[in-house]
Antibody, heavy 124, light 107 residues
Framework: QITLKESGPTLVKPTQTLTLTCTFS??????????VGWIRQPPGKALEWLAL???????RYSPSLQSRLAITKDTSKKEVVLTMTNMDPVDTATYYC????????????????WGQGTLVTVSS | DVQMIQSPSSVSASVGDRVTITCRAT??????LAWYQQKPGRAPKLLIY???TLQSGVPSRFSGSGSGTDFTLTINSLQPEDFATYYC?????????FGQGTKVEFK
């Protein structure tokens, strides 16, 4: 059974760096097409895609946040880590990690399994 | 960035109703459109991908259609467990983008 779980601080101060870990199971992130992404959702608002890392270590970032984000993976530990620098109260959100699965040439790449999410509050 | 514009932002419906939600992309996204369902306090769940392909286990009362820039999610015979917020997402270009969501509420 594929699972993902986010972990990290629930409260960070403005200007601090946030480090979130996504620990996954039942897939390897070494197969062609596999990827893990991060998506966030401010309270009561819509989903916002942040970053993605592929099995081959290709990385993609939201252009509006690219200068603040870094995504890495450790497949031996089955972890994907997202760091976000210079946190601000507007970054208060539930942060989700999700597996992106390749459904084939006609199917595309979609987030088929999600973690439960972790609420991060930015406040002094 | 491709913007995904959903309408309506909310819809009131009763059990048994047909509900239609639309999603418009600000540029063509080929067939790379998915729909997710999210219930309060829960993670999103993939319902439909590639415009109209149901994810495994999703009831057949859900269907998707459209092409190019205009897409539709239809829920036939709304069930109590379908009251939720629905998001579209494009997978054609980076950054991936989601619609602002449509909340399906009890009438």
């Amino acid at each position: 059974q594929i699972t993902l779980k986010e972990s990290g601080p629930t409260l960070v101060k403005p200007t601090q760096t946030l480090t979130l870990t996504c620990t996954f199971s039942d897939f390897s992130l070494t197969n062609v097409g596999e990827a893990v992404g991060w998506i966030r959702q401010p309270p009561g608002k819509a989903l916002e895609w942040l970053a993605l890392i592929y099995w081959d270590d290709d990385k993609r970032y939201s252009p509006s946040l690219q200068s603040r984000l870094a995504i890495t993976k450790d497949t031996s530990k089955k972890e994907v880590v997202l760091t976000m620098t210079n946190m601000d109260p507007v970054d208060t959100a539930t942060y989700y990690c999700a597996r992106q699965f390749f459904y084939g040439p006609g199917g595309g790449n979609w987030f088929d399994h999600w973690g439960q999410g972790t609420l991060v509050t930015v406040s002094s | 960035d491709v913007q995904m514009i959903q309408s309506p932002s909310s819809v009131s419906a009763s059990v048994g109703d047909r509900v239609t939600i639309t999603c418009r992309a600000t540029q063509g996204i080929n067939t790379w459109l998915a729909w997710y369902q999210q219930k309060p306090g829960r993670a999103p769940k993939l319902l439909i991908y590639a415009i109209s392909t149901l994810q495994s286990g999703v009831p057949s009362r859900f269907s998707g259609s459209g092409s190019g820039t205009d897409f539709t999610l239809t829920i036939n015979s709304l069930q109590p467990e379908d009251f939720a917020t629905y998001y579209c997402q494009q997978g054609n270009t980076f950054p991936r983008t989601f619609g602002q969501g449509t909340k399906v509420e009890f009438k």
